[in-house]
């Protein structure tokens, strides 16, 4: 069969233009981020490369002299870098709905809040090294890191923080239309990547914390401690088997409880998971939580992370509060005879505070805690982010971490 178009390279042309005519003064629809959908560029092809629509502006703003994109389904994906002086109003919309077109944009549109840190974001060159790491660790990894001012956080290989070096300062970044990227800039303040939104919910299962064994750690030899049945001595071994399987020994302790510091602030413990984090990565981290919604909106708890559990979604709390709810696991039956779904219902647990009491003794303050500061909330959203753990906390468990 003859190819028309290509034998005809002016008949090829002339349908292009028909087909695309009617679609020059249609409306493009951009967003904040200088992207839009079902969207084309004319010509001024730099390069291409396959690859995902969402890392298509990322791949822009790191290739020299790229000032525009299109992203197409062609060959599974393909980013078409452009260059020239190019603005919105020459991109021209498309009946291809998968399409994205893009302009690498002005510093103005890169929206900074008052942790140096900003999303959609980007700054040119200058790269120190790089780590596959979670977003929110990239500031702090930069921080940590001879030579480093700045940094950009992209989803390349599972998630790699980008080390920048050299004087740099707000203005030097351009957004781009990959909502997931984050850059910052190194200051004396708070950690540069700021929060991270998530969910608490509560438990109480007694069972011997997953990051109670040896190991569990990275990069040190602590875990944290376990208790005999009565929740008050300690053992000192740290492979002792946990009260929640048949034949161990192993506890929770009784003080590893919710406590309040103020009327704003509290310390306590929890399960959780840290997306981009291994078990042995969050183990003994510590984490600040500023509530965001229910009656303790305003609030906040800084917890240490003691505990795992594959019920634990990612950006998950669960705070380990006695009478929150014994869960999956009920060692509560071994170590207080409790009842078989514990104190309350099997999940969430007690719901009175008056029923507290029906917990052993040793417990009930952390019980009340629910009821008194945390003023019954049930599973409030909040924003979190790593912190330094308090030597309070670090006392009752007996585990800190060296990063």
């Known amino acids: 069969m003859i190819n028309i178009l290509s034998t005809c390279p002016l008949i090829g042309f002339m349908l292009v233009s028909i087909l695309t005519l009617n679609c020059v003064r249609c409306d493009v629809n951009w967003n904040g981020n200088n992207w839009a959908m079902s969207c084309d560029f004319r010509g001024n092809d730099l390069s291409n490369i396959l690859i995902a629509s969402a890392f298509c502006g990322g791949k822009c703003a790191e290739t020299q002299r790229c000032t525009h994109f299109t992203w197409t389904q062609y060959s599974g994906g393909t980013c078409w870098m452009k260059s020239g002086t ?210 303790v909106v305003g609030k906040t708890m800084i917890v240490q992370v003691v505990n795992s559990g594959s019920d634990v979604s990612p950006n998950q709390f669960d705070l380990q509060i006695p009478g929150g709810g014994v869960g999956i696991f009920n060692g509560c039956s071994s170590q207080w005879s409790a009842p078989t779904d514990g104190w309350g219902q099997r999940y969430g647990g007690v719901s009175s505070r008056q029923q507290c009491y029906n917990l052993p003794g040793a417990i009930q303050p952390g019980c009340l805690f629910r009821f008194d500061w945390f003023k019954g909330a049930d599973n409030p959203t909040m924003l979190y982010s790593r912190v330094k753990c308090p030597a309070e906390l670090v006392a009752r468990t007996g585990c800190s971490r060296n990063d």
Request: charged share 15%; proline share 4%; hydrophobic share 30%.
């Open 86 to 295: 190019v603005s919105k109003s020459d991109a021209f919309s498309t009946s291809d709905p998968t399409m994205v077109c893009g302009v690498m944009s002005d510093t103005s549109t890169v929206q900074w809040n008052g942790n140096n840190w900003a999303v959609s974001c980007d700054f040119r060159g200058n790269d120190l090294s790089n780590v596959q790491i979670a977003s929110q660790s990239c500031g702090s990894k930069c921080a940590e890191t001879q030579g480093c001012t700045h940094f950009t956080w992209t989803q390349y290989n599972g998630g790699t923080c980008w080390m920048k070096s050299g004087t740099v300062s707000k203005s030097d970044a351009f957004s781009t239309s990959d909502p997931t990227m984050v850059c910052g800039v190194m200051t004396t303040g708070p950690d540069p990547v700021g929060k991270v939104a998530g969910r608490t919910t509560r438990y109480w299962d007694c069972c011997k914390a997953s990051c109670g064994w040896p190991g569990k750690v990275s990069g040190s030899n602590a875990y944290v401690k376990s208790c005999r049945r009565d929740g008050y001595a300690i053992w000192n071994d740290g492979n002792i088997a946990s009260g929640c399987g048949s034949g161990g020994e192993a506890f929770v302790c009784n003080n590893q409880v919710p406590w309040a510091i103020n009327d704003q602030l509290a310390y306590g413990f929890a399960a959780a998971t840290i997306p981009g984090l291994t078990e042995q990565q969050r183990c003994c981290a510590c984490y600040q939580l500023d509530f965001t919604s229910g009656p």
